[in-house]
């Protein structure tokens, strides 16, 4: 199978194993030496399209015997349903390179507090094993918010690293004797870390999530806070965006059309020009386009340098046009 250009490493699956009724965890063989930071994410080839994904590396770097990916089944998602339901031991998965500042080598600390809800354990997952192993004085207390008892995933993990690191599980429904039902609060928050203004806060989950707990760590005094999502903008349009702009490249004859209100990936997919996607969210990077001419707005420069913000390169995924674009 040909491998797309970002996704040179071939990896063979070992196993697949079901952490939750709509999780799986991909255990992958690497016979090379792959290289990737606690938290970091690559982007995965689908099958034998040109499709790509990005998905969190949830081993440990040094202490994980395989490479792993933990990925929720998501209903109509091509790339979740490929990895969750299709692929098996023997089969082959083409990666990326490690990518993502999202790791707490690049953001070093004494004292952490991590958040996570759902999927969002992934990346956070890592992280804690690879404190434990290296930095076993620091201080860190893991909350974790899940749906149910039976949804908490890599329980046993998270068990093994008690005492040694803080956890509190929120469980929003069918709560049980142990595990009460509840949410996570500004009050609830300040009991559990009364030093927030020492810790160094990194938060992965849903956007809703992330937003509300963004707000309740800053109102509490902290002050690094580090995020990871990979939860799409919201593009949708409604009547007040009914306005229609022109896309075109200088290096295509075409003309394409999109509405006002939908992002540059939108236009660039629904007019048929050439472009790699994979979170959806600003984060990977792969999305990167040069823009030649018209006016818009961005909400992530993640993976952009100065210079190319200068020379007019944006993440399609997250770029607003608000006129006709050129794009090179």
């Known amino acids: 199978?040909?491998?797309?250009?970002?996704?040179?490493w071939r990896m063979q699956v070992h196993h697949v194993v079901q952490e939750t009724p709509d999780v799986w965890t991909i255990a992958l063989i690497n016979h090379d030496f792959y290289r990737w930071q606690?938290?970091?994410?690559?982007?995965?080839?689908?099958?034998?399209?040109?499709?790509?994904?990005a998905y969190t590396l949830?081993?440990?770097?040094?202490?994980?015997d395989f490479i792993t990916l933990t990925v929720r089944h998501i209903e109509g998602g091509k790339g979740s349903h490929w990895l969750t339901q299709q692929v098996k031991a023997g089969d082959y998965v083409w990666l990326s390179d490690a990518q993502g500042e999202f790791t707490c080598e690049q953001h070093p600390a004494d004292r952490y507090l991590m958040m996570a809800a759902g999927c969002g354990i992934t990346p956070?997952?890592?992280m804690c094993r690879w404190l434990h192993a290296h930095r076993p004085d620091a201080r860190v207390t893991l909350c974790y918010s899940v749906r149910s008892e039976q949804d908490v995933i890599f329980a046993d993990a998270l068990r093994a690293m008690q005492p040694w690191m803080a956890l509190e599980l929120v469980v929003e429904n069918r709560p049980t004797a142990d595990l009460p039902e509840g949410r996570i609060t500004r009050e609830r928050l300040k009991a559990l870390v009364p030093d927030m203004t020492?810790?160094?806060?990194?938060?992965c989950g849903p956007a809703a999530y992330m937003q509300q707990v963004e707000g309740f760590a800053r109102e509490l005094g902290a002050a690094e806070i580090c995020?990871?999502?990979f939860t799409p903008a919201d593009s949708s349009v409604t009547?007040?965006?009914a306005a229609e702009h022109t896309l075109r490249s200088a290096t295509k004859a075409e003309v394409g059309i999109f509405n006002a209100g939908e992002t540059l990936l939108d236009a660039l997919e629904k007019n048929q020009f050439a472009v790699d996607a994979a979170c959806r969210a600003g984060v990977c990077g792969c999305c990167k386009?040069?823009?030649?001419?018209?006016?818009?707005?961005?909400?992530?420069?993640?993976?952009l340098s100065a210079e190319e913000i200068a020379a007019g390169y944006v993440l399609a995924c997250r770029c607003h046009p608000a006129s006709d674009i050129v794009i090179a």
């Open 1 to 8: 199978m040909q491998s797309h250009p970002l996704c040179p």
């Open 58 to 64: 949830s081993s440990t770097p040094g202490q994980s």
């Open 289 to 303: 386009t040069q823009i030649l001419s018209g006016e818009y707005r961005t909400d992530s420069t993640q993976t």
């Open 124 to 126: 956070v997952i890592s």
């Open 239 to 241: 009547e007040a965006d």
């Open 38 to 53: 606690a938290g970091q994410f690559a982007l995965v080839q689908v099958g034998k399209s040109s499709q790509l994904r």
């Open 198 to 203: 020492q810790r160094t806060v990194m938060i």
């Open 227 to 229: 995020l990871e999502q």
